[in-house]
């Protein structure tokens, strides 16, 4: 059961915070959106070093032609 019934009483009698960590909002949206940036960077440098791995791991495009034997 809630233990607030009357908003108007609460906010009336002075008890401004009806949360933990009142205030705060700003500094975890930075600090969400800093973590969310870094991930991004992150896992798109970790792409691209992978995608060079299979790139260079990969034949060319004439590289079939020497698989071909003479008759």
Do not use: C, F
Not at 26 to 53: P, Q, R
Request: glycine share 8%; hydrophobic share 40%; proline share 4%.
């Amino acid at each position: 059961m809630a233990t607030v019934t009357n908003w108007v009483e609460v906010m009336e009698s002075g008890q401004g915070q009806v949360y933990p960590y009142v205030g705060t909002e700003v500094w975890w949206l930075v600090l969400a959106i800093v973590i969310w940036l870094g991930w991004h960077v992150i896992t798109g440098i970790s792409e691209t070093e992978e995608h060079e791995e299979v790139r260079n791991r990969a034949p060319g495009p004439n590289d079939h032609k020497s698989n071909i034997t003479n008759w």
